[in-house]
């Protein structure tokens, strides 16, 4: 079956610490985004890709990193300069262009720092 | 800049009918979504909508303004399952989309 995978889906990280959020997808998606949800909040975009080898910065880019070297991956680095770090991470796949059916996201990686 | 506003919560009683409203001011506009979160869980699709008017998709219906900058969720014969909250989304710019926090609807029997 075709989908998102996210891992791990919890994650704790110590102060001055970089951890990587692993997403992988086999929908044959050509865009895949990270947001970042704070409890009672909405979606908020960090990182957006719509095609290998190019990525662009959304609305709360600082602190973190991606790559995109296959179609299927699209890992995230929270570096220290993030300063509140912790929070829910969603990694989502849509076909580019033509969003008729909206984006797949994957299960989620509850990030803590402790 | 881009706005989007909902009701933070509403509840309902099973069986009956709710709207969740959303209104947006965003830069530009290709089309709204609606997801459905449930607690700790990914959102959903629920519906896209492009241009004005009503699509219906079984006990869900969305609504879209396009002039107005309002649409609506509308949910038929609630069950207790539709607890959950409700995202709204306009994608602004090719391939981006911009949530709304989101409104928590409780169902009770």
């Known amino acids: 079956d075709g989908g998102i995978t996210q891992s791990p889906k919890y994650l704790f990280r110590k102060e001055g610490q970089n951890v990587t959020l692993s997403c992988e997808q086999n929908?044959?998606?050509?865009?895949m985004y990270w947001y970042r949800q704070d409890p009672g909040q909405g979606l908020r975009l960090i990182y957006y890709?719509?095609?290998?080898?190019?990525?662009q910065k959304g609305d709360i880019a600082e602190g973190y990193s991606v790559s995109r070297e296959k179609k299927e991956s699209f890992p995230l680095t929270v570096t220290s300069a993030q300063k509140n770090p912790t929070a829910f991470y969603l990694c989502?796949?849509?076909?580019?262009?033509?969003?008729?059916?909206?984006?797949?996201f994957g299960s989620g990686t509850r990030l803590t720092v402790v | 800049g881009q706005n989007i506003d909902q009701p933070t919560e509403m509840t309902a009683t099973e069986g009956a009918i709710v709207q969740i409203n959303c209104t947006y001011q965003?830069?530009?506009?290709?089309?709204l979504f609606w997801y459905q979160q449930h607690a700790g869980e990914a959102p959903t699709f629920l519906s896209y909508?492009?241009?004005?008017g009503l699509e219906e998709k079984g006990r869900f219906s969305s609504f879209l303004s396009r002039s107005k900058g309002y649409s609506y969720l509308l949910l038929k014969e609630l069950q207790m399952k539709d607890s959950a909250s409700y995202l709204c989304?306009?994608?602004?710019?090719?391939?981006?989309?911009?949530f709304g926090d989101g409104t928590t609807l409780t169902v009770k029997p």
């Open positions: 989502a796949s849509s076909i580019f262009p033509g969003l008729d059916y909206g984006y797949t």
């Open positions: 929908l044959n998606h050509d865009a």
């Open positions: 890709s719509q095609i290998v080898n190019d990525f």
């Open positions: 965003t830069s530009g506009f290709n089309g």
């Open positions: 909508n492009v241009l004005d």
């Open positions: 989304a306009v994608e602004a710019n090719a391939g981006k989309s911009t």
